[in-house]
C-alpha cells in the first residue's frame, strides 16, 4: 500500500548530553524563546540565554504557555514575538511549547500574507523537555479552540534544527515518563499502518517501536538512567520523523476529540484508545487478514513475539502493548478516570464527528464510520 513518492526532513537534528551548548553556535542577533514556568524553574531557560548570549545574540522571552495551549495563548505570544524583530525563534519545554512556538510562527507568516516579503522567518530551534511528541522535528501543530484540538499541519512550520539534550527531561515526573513514551509508541504504530507508510517511514517507525519497548520502563523505573533517557528520546525524534512523513490514524483522532472534550492530557488520552483502535484496525474479531493486521504482525516479529499468521501476529503485537501499559501504571478504561457514564455518552456523538473530521483520519488503514468510532469511544469506556 506504498502510494508516496517522497520522504522529507526538514529539521538538522544533534543529539547527546549537553549539546543544548551548540547554542553557542546560533547565527543571528535577536531571539525570541518560547518556554514554560518549569523550564524556568529547573534553570534550563536562563541556560539557553546564556548560550545565546555567549554566540552575541539578545532574547526576549514567553513563558505563558500551558498543556494543551489554546489559541489565546498563541495569540498573546504572537504580539510579544511581532514586537521582539527576533530572527531566532528558540522553543524549549514540552510539546505543549513547540506547539506553541509553532502556533506562533505560522500565524505571524499568516498576517504576513502567507509568505508575503514583509516576513521573513526566523531560525526555528526546538529543544524539547520531554520524549514523547516528536515536535522538534515535524510540521505538526495541536492547538486548542473553541473547546476542541485543531491540527496545524504545513512544512513551514517544522524547525530547522533540533536539539536533543536528555539532560533536560531527567526531571520528568514518572507519570509524564508513561504518557509521553506510550505518545511515541503510538506515533511508531500510527506512521507503520498509514496509508502513506514507504520504506523510509517503515524503517523509522519500526527502531522506535523496538527502542521503547527496550527502554521506557526502564526509564519508567529510574530517571537518572541516562542510557534509557537518550534511547527513548531518540525514539521519540524517530517516531515525529515517521509520522510528519506518513501522517496519522483514528487514535490521535479519537485522542483529540477526547482530550479537548475532558480536558485528558493527550498521552494518556492516546494511551486509553489504543487497544481498542487496533483491535478496530486489524479486524480483530473477524478475519484478521486485512493490511493493519498484516502490518501489526511484522511489528510483532521486530519484538521476536508470536507471529506465524497475521491474526496471531497482530493479536500478540496488541497484547504486549497493553501489558507495556499496565507495567507503566496507565488506567485500563476511561471510568477509572472518574468520568460519569451519562456525561460521557452525551458526548460520543460530537466527539465522533470531531474524529472523523480530523486531519489524522484520511490516512488511517480503516476508512470508519462515525458510528465505528462511537462504538470505539464506549469499547474504551
Known amino acids: 500500500m506504498v502510494i508516496e513518492d517522497k520522504f522529507i526532513l526538514r529539521s538538522k537534528v544533534y543529539f547527546n548530553n549537553r549539546s543544548i551548548h551548540l547554542l553557542k553556535q546560533t547565527p543571528g542577533t535577536r531571539a525570541f524563546i518560547v518556554s514554560d514556568s518549569i523550564m524556568e524553574t529547573l534553570g534550563y531557560l536562563q541556560t539557553a540565554v546564556d548560550h545565546l548570549r555567549e554566540a552575541g545574540i539578545t532574547s526576549s522571552v514567553f ?4 498543556p494543551d495551549p489554546d489559541i489565546g495563548i498563541v495569540s498573546e505570544g504572537l504580539k510579544l514575538y511581532m514586537e521582539s524583530s527576533a530572527d531566532v525563534l528558540v522553543a524549549i519545554g ?3 511549547a513547540i506547539d506553541t512556538a509553532k502556533g506562533i510562527l505560522y500565524f505571524a507568516w499568516k498576517l504576513a500574507g502567507n509568505g508575503a516579503s514583509a516576513f521573513k522567518r526566523p531560525l526555528f530551534i526546538a529543544i524539547p523537555s520531554t520524549s514523547g511528541t516528536g515536535s522538534e522535528v515535524t510540521d505538526f501543530s495541536v492547538i486548542t479552540a473553541d473547546e476542541g484540538k485543531v491540527c496545524i499541519v504545513d512544512e513551514f512550520i517544522a524547525p530547522d534544527i533540533a536539539i536533543l539534550d536528555s539532560t533536560c527531561i531527567q526531571h520528568v515526573p514518572r507519570r509524564v515518563v508513561a504518557d509521553t513514551g506510550i505518545d511515541v509508541l503510538v506515533h511508531a504504530i500510527e506512521a507503520y499502518v498509514s496509508s502513506k507508510a514507504t520504506d523510509f517511514t517503515d524503517a523509522l517507525a519500526e527502531k522506535a517501536v523496538k527502542l521503547i519497548f527496550e527502554n521506557l520502563e526502564k526509564l519508567y523505573s529510574d530517571a537518572k538512567d541516562s542510557d534509557a533517557r537518550d534511547r527513548v528520546q531518540n525514539a521519540s525524534c524517530m ?7 506518513s501522517n496519522l490514524g483514528i487514535n490521535h483522532s479519537l485522542a483529540h ?4 472534550m475532558f480536558h485528558i492530557s493527550h498521552g494518556r488520552s492516546n ?8 483491535e478496530y ?3 480483530l474479531s473477524g478475519s484478521a487478514a486485512n493490511y493493519a493486521a498484516d502490518r501489526y504482525a511484522r511489528l510483532a516479529a521486530v519484538l521476536q513475539l508470536p ?8 493479536f500478540s503485537f496488541i497484547q504486549a502493548v497493553n501489558r507495556l501499559k499496565k507495567n507503566l501504571g496507565i488506567e485500563d478504561n476511561i471510568r477509572t478516570l472518574g468520568i460519569d457514564w451519562k456525561e460521557f455518552e452525551n458526548a460520543l456523538e460530537q466527539m465522533a ?3 472523523m473530521r480530523d486531519r489524522c483520519t484520511p490516512t488511517n488503514p480503516r476508512q470508519p464510520s462515525t458510528e465505528d468510532l462511537m462504538q470505539i469511544y464506549r469499547k474504551c469506556y
Do not use: D
Not at 513563558?63 to 500551558?66: A, D, I, L, M, S
Not at 517516531?239 to 512523513?245: D, E, H, L, P, V
Open 63 to 66: 513563558t505563558g504557555v500551558r
Open 94 to 96: 514540552g510539546g505543549s
Open 239 to 245: 517516531a515525529g520523523m515517521a509520522f510528519t512523513n
Open 257 to 260: 476529540a477526547f482530550g479537548g
Open 271 to 278: 494511551a486509553l484508545m489504543l487497544g481498542a483502535v487496533m
Open 281 to 283: 484496525n486489524a479486524e
Open 307 to 314: 507471529a506465524r499468521t497475521k491474526r496471531e501476529g497482530a
Open 353 to 355: 464527528e470531531a474524529a
